[in-house]
C-alpha cells in the first residue's frame, strides 16, 4: 500500500466512484461501474439485479440527507480530500436527477445547514472547493438535529422518498447511543491510519444503515 499524505484543511476534491443518481431498477443500466452508495442506500444487494449501475432517467419527490463530518481529524491521509470527490459526483447525480437536497456540515462548534430540502444547484461546488476540515465534531448535535427536521419534513411530505447518507471518521464520544432514522441510509467510513478507533460499524448499526469504508467506493 503505498504511502497517503495529509490532505489538509484546503483538500480539493478527487475522483471517486459515485455514479450517477439513484433509481428504480427498471431504469438503471445493466453494466458499467456500480453506483455503491445508490446501491446501499435501498438495501445490502444479494444477488446481480440488486446493484445500480449508470441511471438514464430521474427519480421524482426524493429528498437526500446528507450530513459531512469536516472536524479536524479527518484532514489525515486524504480522508476529507477522498470524501469531497464522493461529494462532487453526488452533488452532479442530484442536479441531473433533480433531486432536493438537505446538506449538514458538522466541524467547529455547531453543525451548520448548507442547504435544506433545495434542488441541487451549481453553487454547492463553490461550497465544496472551499470546505476545510477543523475544529471540534459537534456530529453528534448534527445527527440529532438532522432527524428532527426529517421527521417534521416527513410530517409535510409524506410521498416522499428520503435518503440518508453520513460520511463521518467515527470519531465521537465513547458511549454515544445513535437514534435511527426512518428511511435507508448508508454511513461511509473516512477512518484511516495506523491508529483507528473503529467506531463507525457500531454508529451505523444503532443508525440501522448500511455501512462501507471509503476505499471500497475509490477506483483502485
Avoid at 430521474?58 to 489525515?76: E, G, K, M, P
Avoid at 452532479?92 to 444547484?121: M, T
Wanted: hydrophobic content about 40%.
Amino acid at each position: 500500500m503505498r504511502p497517503r499524505s495529509d490532505a489538509g484543511a484546503n483538500a480539493r476534491p478527487r475522483a471517486g466512484r459515485l455514479d450517477d443518481g439513484r433509481q428504480g431498477k427498471r431504469h438503471a443500466a445493466c453494466s458499467g461501474s456500480i453506483n455503491w452508495p445508490g446501491t446501499l442506500l435501498i438495501g445490502r444487494p444479494r444477488v446481480r439485479a440488486d446493484l445500480l449501475f449508470h441511471v438514464r432517467t430521474r427519480s421524482a419527490h426524493q429528498l437526500w440527507l446528507v450530513i459531512v463530518d469536516a472536524s479536524a481529524s479527518t484532514r489525515r491521509h486524504h480522508a476529507l480530500s477522498d470524501a469531497k470527490g464522493l461529494l462532487a459526483q453526488l452533488f452532479d447525480d442530484a442536479y441531473r436527477q433533480r433531486a432536493r437536497l438537505a446538506l449538514l456540515s458538522a466541524s467547529g462548534a455547531a453543525p451548520k445547514w448548507q442547504v435544506q430540502g433545495l434542488k441541487a444547484s451549481s453553487g454547492l461546488r463553490h461550497w465544496l472547493d472551499g470546505l476545510g476540515a477543523g475544529g471540534g465534531t459537534p456530529l453528534l448535535a448534527a445527527l440529532s438535529e438532522a432527524g428532527q427536521w426529517l421527521a417534521a419534513r416527513r410530517k409535510r411530505f409524506p410521498a416522499e422518498q428520503q435518503r440518508l447518507l453520513v460520511i463521518t471518521d467515527g470519531r465521537i464520544k465513547d458511549g454515544a447511543t445513535l437514534q435511527p432514522f426512518n428511511c435507508p441510509g448508508l454511513l461511509i467510513d473516512i477512518e484511516r491510519g495506523p491508529i483507528r478507533l473503529g467506531r463507525c460499524k457500531v454508529m451505523a448499526e444503532q443508525l440501522q444503515s448500511e455501512y462501507r469504508h471509503i476505499d471500497e467506493l475509490l477506483p483502485g
